[in-house]
Structures are given as structure tokens and as C-alpha cells.
């Protein structure tokens, strides 16, 4: 039965999903996106000083002048990610399609700002300031527009470039401007579709695209990723891909971290307006750093707790060993040393434990967050390779370090039965070799 599930996975699964994961804009989105982590890192430094969880630190920076110039680094990054995405992803889509790509980046970026409003109210709403690029839709919010723009760009420049609507030069021009000619077609092309669809947004329903994809489609899919069925989702399709050997975390990256992405910086957003961040403002729950510090903690199916019973009470050498070899990387959130050693992948001893352990933890944690038990999260970051407990703190105080200390211990609750039988059998088999030997 094991082996006839297993073959239909691997037969009937398996490929359509790897041809998903390596579909063009797929690519093209996930190789893209990634543009922004530099800035969300390093944006988070500075917001971590502006938002420092000691009341006299803040107040200093307040009294000396200091949250202003940090508020600077706050817009500059978390602020643009919209832009940086829409950069990004074209770019990413040109390249991997073998033509000039920094040509078709900036065509989308353009096509990206003429797509929205060149407007902004100022504070309190009485008087619109003409000319100016509005910071609302260059963040978060325009997140799904820039990302949409980005590969629609992508894909209609490397075309046009493949069919040569371009303007050839001879051989002895330079690269830099035969480049600049080569772009002038698909360029005054694509910029002219933006004309009409910012004209039709326009006219027929008073807005811009980018207001309009977020009201759409945006909106939805943040409303729907942020329940517990996509913390569930989420888990299930992770944790079992990995088991089958397929890169679990890529195919949900590819799916969830634009959505997760616009609702950390939705988030940040609040408390920049000045707001308490709570779910009655908006705040949502399900973003980056609750998979990367809750679900995912110490790797992928939140395997401390193996590691731990591994390194600390495992009765055979094989088990000792792996233990001895993975408890370090797993501090540090790098679990592929147990998924491959133990191993995970394929053994079915241990798919009940490694699905229902992040499923546990995620849905507790969502709904303890919900409560308003632990805090959200705002826009900081940590480095993913933090580990836990000190990732906790930096991100959430106390609560959400002993929240972790409470994930841990669900970990080892849920592991230890399943490798306890694989360790007895290990001993077994190494009593066995033994006493023949």
C-alpha cells in the first residue's frame, strides 16, 4: 500500500508540480523577489533602533532628533519594495529568457509609475499635492501590481526582442548603445498598452490599476493566506514535498511570499501611521517571520526535537552520531543533515511527526497571536539562521521567546515515540551485526 501511494505520488504528483516550480514566471517571481531581502534586512536594523523595546532608548532618540533620520532609512526600504519587486521580476524573466535585461527593468519600472496615481493627500486629507510618487502604493500594497506589471513586462520585451522588433545597428556600434536602440520598439509598444490601461482604469472606473489590482486581487489573497487554513496549507505542502525529496520550501516560497511579504509590510505600515498593531487595526498574523520563527523553526518540520533526542538520549551509534553531526546546524535553522541523514525523506516512520509538528505549532501560535496572547509582528527582521529563542525575543520580547521554548518542547513531544522505534531499531541492527561479527 506504502509503495503504491508513494509510486502515484512520484508518477502523478511529483512532475506537475516541479514543472510548476520551474514554469518561467515562477522563476522569473521567485528569483526576482529576493531583490528586496537586502533592503527588509538592513530596514529592519534601523526600525529595530526606532522601535527599541526600552522606553528610554526611544525617548533619547525622540528628545536628540534621531527618529527622523532612522524614519529616512524606514522609507528608502520597506517603502519600495514594489519597486524593487517590479525591478526584479522583470529583470529576472529577461534574463533567464537570454535577452538585454536591464532594458526591460526599466520599462517596467516606468510602466510601474505610470500605472499609478501621481497624486497624494497630504495628512489631514484637505489639500492634494500634484507630482509626486505616492510611498502607499511603492510598498506593500503595490506589491501583487508590481509583481503582475513585472512578468507581463518580462514576457512581452523578451518576445518582441526574440521576433527582432528592434531597431538593428551595425556591428561597430557599441554594445551599450545598439542596446539602447534594440529597446526603443518594444518600449514605445509597451509603454503605449500602459496609456490605455491607465486611460480605461481612469475613465471608466476613476482609479489607477495598481488601486485597482489591490482592491481585486491583492486584498483577497492577503484575507485568505491569513487564516488558519493558509498556516495549514502552507505546513502540509512544505513539509510534504520535502518528504518526498522535492524542495518543499521552494514551492511554497514560490506561492506564498509575495502575500506573506505584503502583510509584514502592511503590518510595519501601522505602527509607522502611529497605531497600535492589533488585529482590530488591520495587523495580520500570517507573515514572513511567523514562518521563518514558528513554523519553520530550526529547519523545515520544526525538527529540534529530533536533533535533541539524537544528540542527547539515543541508544545506538548511528543515531549518537547523526545527533552529534546535526544539533549544531540545527540551531541555527539548517535541518537538511537530519532530513537526508536520518533520514526523513521517504521513511515512514517519520511522515506523521514531521507533517503534524509544524501543523501543531503553526495553528497554536496563530491562534494564540489572534487572542492578542503573543505579539504580531512589525516590519524587523532577523537573519534566518538566528536561532531560536534569541529570534523570539529580538522579534517579539519574552512572550514570543517562551513561545518558542513551548514549540521545542511540542517538537520533542511529537518526535520522540517515532525516533525512539527507528533508534531501537538501529541498536538492534547494530547488536545484531555485532554478535555475527
Given at each position: 500500500?506504502?509503495?503504491?501511494?508513494?509510486?502515484?505520488?512520484?508518477?502523478?504528483?511529483?512532475?506537475?508540480?516541479?514543472?510548476?516550480?520551474?514554469?518561467?514566471?515562477?522563476?522569473?517571481?521567485?528569483?526576482?523577489?529576493?531583490?528586496?531581502?537586502?533592503?527588509?534586512?538592513?530596514?529592519?536594523?534601523?526600525?529595530?533602533?526606532?522601535?527599541?523595546?526600552?522606553?528610554?532608548?526611544?525617548?533619547?532618540?525622540?528628545?536628540?532628533?534621531?527618529m527622523d533620520p532612522l524614519n529616512q532609512i524606514n522609507g528608502a526600504t520597506f517603502s519600495i519594495v514594489a519597486i524593487v519587486a517590479v525591478l526584479g521580476v522583470s529583470y529576472q524573466y529577461a534574463k533567464n529568457e537570454g535577452v538585454e535585461p536591464f532594458a526591460c527593468a526599466v520599462i517596467a519600472l516606468s510602466s510601474f509609475l505610470a500605472l499609478m496615481a501621481s497624486t497624494a493627500p497630504t495628512p489631514n486629507g484637505k489639500t492634494i499635492v500634484p507630482n509626486v510618487i505616492p510611498k502607499t502604493w511603492t510598498s506593500g500594497q503595490g506589491m501583487i501590481a508590481a509583481i503582475i506589471i513585472g512578468l507581463l513586462v518580462g514576457w512581452s520585451y523578451s518576445w518582441m526582442i526574440k521576433k527582432h522588433w528592434t531597431i538593428k545597428m551595425p556591428d561597430t556600434v557599441p554594445s551599450g548603445v545598439s542596446n539602447s536602440f534594440a529597446a526603443l520598439i518594444p518600449a514605445a509598444f509597451i509603454l503605449s498598452v500602459t496609456f490605455l490601461v491607465y486611460a480605461f482604469f481612469h475613465f471608466v472606473w476613476n482609479t489607477t490599476f495598481i488601486e485597482g489590482i489591490y482592491k481585486l486581487i491583492q486584498t483577497p489573497l492577503q484575507g485568505a493566506t491569513d487564516s488558519i487554513w493558509g498556516v495549514m496549507l502552507y505546513c502540509f505542502i512544505a513539509t510534504f514535498f520535502w518528504w518526498f525529496g522535492v524542495h518543499g520550501g521552494t514551492i511554497v516560497t514560490s506561492i506564498f511570499y509575495p502575500i506573506l511579504l505584503a502583510n509584514l509590510t502592511a503590518n510595519q505600515k501601522i505602527l509607522d501611521a502611529g497605531r497600535a498593531l492589533t488585529i482590530a487595526n488591520?495587523?495580520?498574523?500570517?507573515?514572513?517571520?511567523?514562518?521563518?520563527?514558528?513554523?519553520?523553526?530550526?529547519?523545515?518540520?520544526?525538527?529540534?526535537?529530533?536533533?535533541?533526542?539524537?544528540?542527547?538520549?539515543?541508544?545506538?551509534?548511528?543515531?549518537k552520531q547523526l545527533g552529534k553531526l546535526a544539533i549544531i546546524p540545527s540551531i541555527f535553522n539548517i535541518n537538511e543533515p537530519i532530513i537526508y541523514g536520518t533520514p526523513i525523506v521517504m521513511n515512514p516512520f517519520l511522515f506523521i511527526p514531521f507533517i503534524l509538528t509544524p501543523l501543531v505549532i503553526g495553528l497554536l501560535d496563530y491562534w494564540l497571536m489572534s487572542i492578542g496572547v503573543l505579539p504580531l509582528f512589525s516590519g524587523v527582521q532577523v537573519p534566518w539562521t538566528t536561532p531560536a529563542i534569541i529570534s523570539g525575543f529580538i522579534l517579539g520580547g519574552w512572550r514570543l521567546a517562551l513561545a518558542q521554548v513551548v514549540n521545542i518542547c511540542i517538537s520533542i513531544a511529537i518526535y520522540f515515540p517515532f525516533i525512539r522505534k527507528i533508534d531501537m531499531i538501529n541498536l538492534a541492527n547494530e547488536q545484531k551485526a555485532a554478535k555475527a561479527k
Open positions: 500500500m506504502k509503495n503504491n501511494f508513494t509510486k502515484w505520488v512520484n508518477e502523478k504528483v511529483v512532475p506537475p508540480v516541479l514543472k510548476f516550480v520551474n514554469f518561467k514566471a515562477i522563476r522569473a517571481l521567485k528569483d526576482g523577489i529576493l531583490y528586496t531581502l537586502p533592503l527588509l534586512m538592513i530596514g529592519s536594523l534601523f526600525t529595530l533602533i526606532a522601535n527599541f523595546p526600552v522606553k528610554a532608548v526611544t525617548d533619547f532618540l525622540t528628545q536628540n532628533g534621531w488591520g495587523a495580520h498574523v500570517f507573515t514572513d517571520q511567523f514562518t521563518a520563527i514558528l513554523i519553520n523553526m530550526t529547519g523545515t518540520g520544526c525538527t529540534i526535537g529530533l536533533a535533541i533526542y539524537m544528540f542527547f538520549f539515543a541508544k545506538s551509534q548511528q543515531t
